[in-house]
């Protein structure tokens, strides 16, 4: 019947239509984050961004630098300060955090719940809130290849380079640098390599540490004399939607100085 004909017509032609504009791909077993993360821990990592009204800045620094370490002297607070700094190049009259939770998401919980009831931190909440224009933050999860983020003396500055990557890319980026990292070990400039789980996803934070800004230059540059380098740079800027840098200084509490 007409009206049979016109069902048929519109469920199969249709379908088959379609069919011709759908990339079929197997499906992964493992998230990424399960094959890219390391399997020996369970390390959580938070980064947070606070934008800080310009005349704020100095009594920002000195009133995190007076809280934050108070607050980590607790045992039974399963979260370490992995680095504190102020943006030197970049984003102007900022400031970074990143924070290590022992035990992944459990250790985060326990952390919020703890913190709920701790009066000195809802104070400097409190106060700290009047000095932000903005505040962003991310769960991270820390590559399998990369060094562990060790505290280490200064003086030094830290790059902060961080990338977000085509969806469905990740994998690929990892392989590619797991070769790579081996290129940009040798100044012992390498300090940790993350990618979001929370927050904006598939964004990419590499840390490192020079001397100065010379030092960046020299040790930037002779990667490329080194025969692999170009290759990784090769196959993983295609992968790349925006790259950003950051120069950054640390504060006195860091323990990456």
């Not at 499906?27 to 800080?52: G, W």
């Not at 991270?140 to 969806?167: C, D, H, V």
């Not at 790579?180 to 012992?188: D, H, L, M, T, V």
Request: aromatic share 14%.
């Amino acid at each position: 019947t007409p009206l049979s004909c016109s069902f048929y017509s519109k469920d199969s032609e249709g379908s088959w239509f379609r069919s011709l504009f759908v990339h079929k791909v197997d499906p992964r077993k493992d998230a990424h984050s399960t094959l890219l993360s390391k399997k020996e821990t369970s390390n959580l990592y938070k980064i947070q961004f606070h934008n800080v009204k310009p005349e704020c800045l100095d009594a920002y620094n000195s009133l995190t630098e007076a809280v934050l370490p108070k607050l980590h002297l607790d045992e039974d607070y399963p979260c370490s300060l992995v680095g504190n700094w102020n943006t030197w190049y970049g984003e102007q009259d900022q400031a970074v955090h990143l924070w290590r939770f022992s035990g992944g998401y459990p250790a985060l919980m326990d952390c919020m719940n703890k913190l709920k009831n701790n009066k000195e931190y809802l104070e400097f909440r409190k106060e700290r809130s009047h000095m932000l224009q903005s505040r962003r933050n991310q769960l991270l999860l820390e590559f399998s290849f990369w060094n562990e983020p060790q505290p280490r003396a200064g003086p030094n500055i830290y790059e902060l380079r961080t990338y977000k990557l085509k969806p469905g890319t990740m994998i690929e980026w990892g392989n590619n640098w797991a070769r790579a990292i081996k290129y940009r070990q040798e100044n012992q400039e390498a300090v940790g390599g993350f990618f979001s789980q929370i927050g904006e996803l598939y964004v990419v934070h590499h840390l490192w540490a020079y001397k100065d800004l010379q030092s960046r230059e020299e040790t930037r540059n002779a990667a490329w004399r080194k025969r692999g380098w170009d290759e990784n740079v090769y196959y993983t800027v295609p992968l790349v939607r925006h790259m950003e840098s950051r120069i950054m200084i640390p504060l006195k509490i860091s323990p990456l100085q």
